[in-house]
Nanobody, 116 residues
Framework: QVQLSESGGGLVQPGGSLRLACVVS???????????MYWYRQAPGQEREWIAV???????NYDDSVKGRFTISRDVNDYTVYLQMNNLKLEDTAVYYC???????WGQGTQVTVSS
């Protein structure tokens, strides 16, 4: 089993940047190298939506809402996944979650608030 812990959120002005991190831990953490990792977000009153994915080979894909602004990556040990968020907009305000196919459980998420 693995556990997910997100961090790096905060209050930022429009046009600013944040880098989120997702630390993966647990007894089977080494197997995360063989599974996709995802970022999701959930805005108030809305359903949780997928925004980014990275495959074991390093291939990435993004929802159109963040394409060209956000970048998903993972460290060489595949134990931490990052989301670099640039040119943030008001509509990016949400709780951000990471996800692994190794577990059905979600972490606590990290709040991102974009406001002037």
């Amino acid at each position: 089993q693995v556990q997910l812990s997100e961090s790096g959120g905060g209050l930022v002005q429009p046009g600013g940047s944040l880098r989120l991190a997702c630390v993966v831990s647990g007894s089977t953490v080494e197997y995360t190298r063989s599974y996709r990792m995802y970022w999701y977000r959930q805005a108030p009153g809305q359903e949780r939506e997928w925004i980014a994915v990275i495959t074991p080979s390093g291939a990435t894909n993004y929802d159109d809402s963040v394409k060209g602004r956000f970048t998903i990556s993972r460290d060489v040990n595949d134990y931490t996944v990052y989301l670099q968020m640039n040119n943030l907009k008001l509509e990016d305000t949400a709780v951000y979650y990471c996800k692994s196919d190794l577990t059905e459980k979600w972490g606590q998420g990290t709040q991102v608030t974009v406001s002037s």
